[in-house]
Each structure stands twice: as C-alpha cells, then as structure tokens.
C-alpha cells in the first residue's frame, strides 16, 4: 500500500506534476490539465485518495521515455546511448523496464507522444510521453507485481538529445510511412488506448462534430471487444471527448470525392446541425412522410404514380430497392465499407385495393420496358413459388448434394454457383410467407431471410437428406400486407426488436383522391429518367460535402437515443437511404441536404414502427440481461464490472452482447462498495 503524500510531495520537489493513480490509471476527470506540483492541492487529493499511487505527467517542460526492452533501446541506439541515458531514471523492479526523464526542448514537444514496437514482440522498445501523457512516478507500488518503483539512477535531467530524437524518429517513420500512427486492433492496455481515442476524436472535431457526437462514437468504440480489448473508464472518455471539442473546427477542405477528384470550389463553412425534435415519438403520427421529390428514384415514382390514386411512397420505396439491387458495383462510403444493397421492404395498408399490387407491376413494367431485366441483372421471384428453405436456397443460385457413400476425400460441404446478380423476391399476401414458414419447421423462411440479410448466404440442415449452402445469394424481398394480417402474422413471434421485422422498411399509405381518369404514363418522360437511373447505377464515385459528415454523425447520435426496440437497426438503413438519396441524385452529391432528407425519412421510420410493430411476447434480451446479473449479485453480493460480463454471457450469440449489457448496467444503479488491488470499481445492489 503506497502513502501517496510522502511520494507525491517527493515527486513535486523534484518538479514533477504529479497525478493520483488507480494503479497505473488516472481516474480525475481532465487530469492532465489538473496536474500540479501545489502542496496544498496534493494534500487534499492525500484526504481523498491516501492509498492512491503516483503519475508523473509529461508536458512542455518534460519529456519522458518509457521502454518496455530497454535491451533492445540500448542495442538500436548503440555506444551513445551511455551518453543520452545519463539522466534521472526510474524502474518498477521488473525486467528490462525502465523510465528515463529528459527536459523538454520544442522540438520533442512538437513530436508529440509516440510509441514504436517490433511486429511481433511484447512490449515497446520506446515510447515518448509529453503533454497529455504520463508514467507512474518513483515510490508507487506496481498493481501486477507489487513491486516498488525505485530510482535507478538519481540524475540531474539534461535536455532531450537531438540526435535520439533523430533516431527515434527514423524508426517510427519506418513503420508509419504516412506519418500517422497505426494500431493494431483489439487495442491492450499499454499499447496507447487514450492515444487511439484522441485520435478518433480529432477526426470528428475536424469535421464539426460536438462533444455529444464525439463522446457517443467514443463509447461505441470502448464497447467493441473487436477495437478495445480493455476499454477505458467512463471518466477517460468523458475526458478525451471534453478536450477534442476545446478545439476550434478547422475550415471545410476542397469536397472529398471518393474515387477521384473535382476542382475545387467554394463550399458553405457552416458547422451543420440537424434539428432533433424533443420527442422520438409525436402525439400525432401521419402514416404519409411529405418530402419534396428530389433525386431521380422520387421522379420516377412521381411519374408512374402522379394522376392516378396510387401512393408515391409506395413507388418510391419499391423503385428504391429495384434501382439498388441493380447498383452491381456500387462506391464505396469511407463511413460504411460494409454497406450492403440489400432491402426487405414491407408496404402496409389498412384496407385491400389501395395499390400495392399495381404499383408493383408498373415498376416491374418500367425497368422492363427499359431493358433493365433484359441483361440478366435481376432474377423475379414469386414468393407463393418458393417452399422450404432447402428448395430457396437453391432456387437464389446455391446447390445440394447428396451424402455420398464413397470417402469424402478431404472435401465437405457444397461448391455454391452463383448464378443470378440479384433476387428479387415478391409476396403479393405478406403472410402467405409466415404461412410457409410455419410449415417448414422451426428453422423456416424467417429464419433464412434474417441471415440472408446480414451474411448474405445461408445453409441448411438437411435436403433430400444431403445439405443445401447458398453463398451471395442477394435477395431483396417485398411484402404486402393488409393491416390486420399484418398483426395477425407477426403477434408474439419474437421477431420485432433484433428480429426479423428489424432489418425491414415499413410504408404505410393509403389511397389518393382521384377525380377523372387515370393519367397514362408519359413514355418519353420515363425514357429519359431511366436513362439517368442507368447513369447513376454506374457511379463508381460520389462527392461528399465537408459538413455532410458532421451532419450524418449528428442524427447517428439522434438515433442512438430513441427507445432500443424500435431503433434496432434504423442506423443501418438510414446509411442505406442515405447513400440511395445520393447515388440517385441529378449532381452525385451527398451534402447536408442529403442526410436532412434520409434523417427525415428515418424519423418517420421509427415513428412507424412505433405504431405497427406488433405485439411481442418473446422474451426480451434486456430482461434476461437484467434477472441474469440481478441473480448473480444477489448469489455473490458484490462483483466487479468484468465479472459480471462473464455472468451476463456477453460474447455468447443470443445474449444481446456488450450493447445490451452496457445498457442494463446503467439502468440497474448499482452502487460502487469498493476497489479491487488493480483499481476495478466492485459493485453491489442497491439497498
């Protein structure tokens, strides 16, 4: 147990700034600008935090090298380093470790906090902590080892030699060509955690992104086991996101263009907002979302539905997820490398004979008579054709095979063909599918089509009593249902909130008033649209306006607050309208006007759903998260933050992972009851 006054006094005299730790962690909020080597403050923090260790923190006036193979810094810097290490040093008593202290000159400072490593070796040979960094300083106690952190050598600091830093530099430049550093993902302790934070923050401060946004993407990132192997405190990132937004945001560069490169031109500086209103869910919902038809998906709806009692929105969505479909090659988004160009599209109507039906074959009669079924790019499907899954699979272009007798040799599995670019499945009575499901058995249609969506392939048990895989099955599926069967269908299935009913647009609409005749389509018009769907279906780029960004992250932010039910997935499906909205456009454009449009759009989603999600008597992830770690607290009285994970199953598939857990943890209010020997909070229910 370490007595923090004696040795952050000891450390102050030296004139160090000093810090409290929690082992090896600051745990202040915007510790580095609170370090001091004020006796009266550190004996206040010695009131509160009497056991605490010691951070020496780095900054203009000092610069430290931390070494993790202090065998190897010797080896790289050769016979210079008995000059350059004749400096105040300190060691935790473990092997091969050790802290040197330099005074700061600028050009170190401006170099910044740095860390280079061998690939594939333990451990950094240096890493260079200034500003914003810190050690733990002579006197504490190690949390792993016990060990006391005891002056090597008790040295005059001499300023920071500009040959080592020249050599420093050349071997980190080595490894980082760009001049940016690099992580290797899951990030450790140790390896520069708050480093990769910051780094992610400056980036959204750059385009305009506020704390809010800024603290939101941070704690995605700290809860992804797959980025953060050991995520960082509330607190640090409370921290991290208060200094990334002290920043001024610089002025708008040249608009990026993904794939190429425009002239330059004068752009609006602006900082982007988009206007949230202050309920998720309005009193009044109106089932007809009102926008101005805009890029070329909405002139083509507007054209074959205009004069007629037909719903644009209808056409819209159904022309969406036809003119997607057909985007083989789509550009790729910098913010969504993974966007896929699947869609399930469910139109919804109170009564039969509004429309669904028609609006279907005209949009089907549109890309027809336009050629654009006549090259192979989509394969129909009716859905009242499609059976099992096993005889699904195979219809969207994967095969079966029958076990053979004969030695597998080393071979299992099936050669998938693919076969068809795009599936494009058609039910003209919604439930007619929940009906083919029910029969299949219980891994049916709905299953397949949740995983359809996600992987993109799926395979079966059994077929003909062989197996049947499809890979790249590319299948958008349309849905029409009456109100009534809608809710009839899906009623206690468990297939709203992560399920099925997740990953689908909803278009509810009724009939429009029609006075006369229907209006006949204008072919020339029609011509002349598709025209351009086709040059926009080509698109190998789209330009990004700078505050585009900054706007999109903004309602990403939006969407992560509303109620978790009916927001599975909406963030999802915004970015898939988003980049329709765009690739459709008559200028290739994604700006603010653009994600105005698909936040709009997405709002209205969500308010829909929550006014036709049907009843669900599943059992709820959050629920069982909730009973799960309430029991387990009740059996064991008081666990820390990690243990609970364990009980919570969080990495097991079905238990609604770290998301689900990091929600209910909040929402639980346990109450923090001590410190284990390596800082981790212990916590206990309630009284």
Known sequence: MSNFLTIALRNAGRGYRIIPLRGKDAFLKNWPELATTDEATIRSWAAKYPDANVGVCG???????????????????????????????????????????????????????????????????????????????????????????????????????????????????????????????????????????????????????????????????????????????????DRIARSAARYDVPAPAPIVLIGGRRPGETVDTALPIIETGAENTPDSWEPRLDLEPKDYIDLVALEITKGTPLPFSFARETLKMLMLAGALDPPILPWYKTLHMRQYVVLLSEEPGIGKGETWRRSIATLEKEGLLANNMYELIDGDGLGSPEYSVVRFGGEHKKPSTRPSEGRSGVTVQIVRPRNIVYYDEGKKLAQKDQASGSSGLVTMYTKLFDSNSHSTGSFKNGTAVVKHANVSLMLHFVREAF??????????????????????????????????????????????????????????????????????????????????????????????????????????????????????????????????????????????LRNALLKHGRLTRSQLMKFGNVLRVGSGGYTIFAQVFAAMGLKEVGKTRKGASIYALPE
């Open 59 to 237: 900054g203009t006036d000092l610069a430290i090298v931390d070494t993790d193979r202090l065998s190897r810094l010797i080896e790289v810097c050769g016979p210079r380093w008995a000059e350059w290490s004749q400096t105040y040093s300190v060691s935790s008593g473990r092997r091969d470790r050790a802290h040197f202290y330099y005074l700061a000159t600028e050009e170190v400072s401006a170099w910044g906090n740095k860390r280079w490593k061998e690939q594939g070796v333990d451990g950094n040979i240096f890493e260079l902590k200034v500003k914003g960094a810190l050690v733990v300083g002579e006197g504490s106690i190690h949390p792993d080892t016990g060990g006391v952190y005891a002056i090597t050598q008790n040295l005059p600091l001499i300023p920071f030699p500009a040959e080592l830093l020249a050599l420093f530099k050349e071997h980190w430049s080595s490894q980082n060509p760009t001049g940016k550093r690099q992580w290797n993902l899951p990030v450790h302790d140790g390896e520069g955690r708050d480093d990769f934070l910051i780094q992610q923050a400056g980036k959204l401060r750059n385009i305009g992104a506020s704390e809010g946004v800024i603290r939101a993407h941070l704690s995605d990132l700290n809860s992804d086991p797959a980025i953060m192997a050991d995520p960082k405190s509330e607190e640090d990132l």
């Open 487 to 628: 809710e009839l269908t899906f009623a206690g299935t468990g297939v709203t909130a992560d399920g099925f009913l997740s990953r689908c647009t909803f278009v509810v609409d009724y009939r429009s008033p029609l006075h006369g005749n229907w209006r006949i389509v204008n072919s020339a018009s029609i011509a002349g649209l598709m025209q351009k769907v086709r040059e926009c279906m080509e698109r190998k780029s789209l330009e990004i306006h700078p505050d585009a960004e900054a706007a999109r992250l903004a309602f990403v932010h939006e969407i992560r607050q509303w109620e978790p039910k009916f927001r599975s997935r909406l963030e999802f499906l915004f970015n898939q309208d988003l980049f329709a909205r765009a690739l459709f456009s008559t200028d290739g454009m994604l700006d603010r006007g653009t994600v105005e449009r698909a936040g709009k759009w997405t709002r209205h989603q969500y308010e829909t759903r929550t006014q036709v999600y049907p009843l669900d008597v599943s059992p709820d992830k959050r629920e069982q998260m909730g009973h799960t």
